[in-house]
């Protein structure tokens, strides 16, 4: 099970990555954050708008130096069969992040996201920092469709917190003030947020 504040577990198994099926593990993407996103099952319903929401905001992701990875446990081939099928008819063609393979479903297993009885994962988020400590956990029910432009905000958040030394109140923003993790410092935030 991932635990906030831990690191993540390790993985290295079949992806797609420019088209072509290779072997990825996690420290292939070392001095990056990550976003691991976990999906239900390719040639579905909510996944293709989910990943298609991710492929538009890669250059926001790619900006901030985070690795972007979509997990499901299908094989590469049916990942790359996906990939090759338009958008218009449910298709994820166009899409660039790695599509990784977790047809035994260890990886969702011990990201604590495997739904046994359905036998896909749920809809998890797990937003790692550079050293693979997880920083942010999510996970939605196989129904509910996810908003990707709050995983952004969440990774910029984490860099502030990373270089500013301060924490992000609520609804916290990239070029909006963060605070001192101290009672001075919420005082301080709420007298200036007035």
Not at 102 to 127: P, Q, T
Not at 148 to 153: C, L, T
Request: charged residues 15%; glycine residues 8%.
């Amino acid at each position: 099970m991932v635990i906030i504040g831990q690191q993540a577990p390790a993985f290295s198994c079949d992806a797609i990555v420019n088209n072509q099926i290779k072997h990825v593990s996690l420290a292939d993407f070392s001095n990056q954050y990550k976003l691991l996103f976990f999906y239900p099952l390719n040639f579905t319903f909510v996944c293709p708008t989910e990943l298609h929401a991710l492929q538009k905001h890669l250059p926001a992701f790619a900006a901030r130096n985070t690795a972007v990875m979509a997990i499901s446990v299908d094989s590469p081939y049916s990942h790359l069969a996906w990939l090759n099928t338009p958008k218009t008819t449910g298709g994820i063609a166009g899409i660039t992040f790695p599509l990784i393979a977790d047809i035994n479903k260890e990886l969702a297993r011990s990201y604590g996201v495997l739904n046994e009885a359905a036998g896909v994962a749920l809809r998890g988020v797990f937003l790692l920092d550079k050293n693979n400590v997880v920083q942010h956990a999510s996970i939605n029910n196989l129904a509910l469709g996810r908003n990707v432009e709050e995983f952004v905000r969440l990774v910029d958040a984490l860099k502030h917190v990373e270089t500013a030394g301060e924490v992000c109140p609520a609804g916290w923003q990239e070029g909006k003030k963060g605070m001192k993790p101290t009672q001075e410092g919420l005082k301080t935030y709420f007298g200036a947020a007035q």
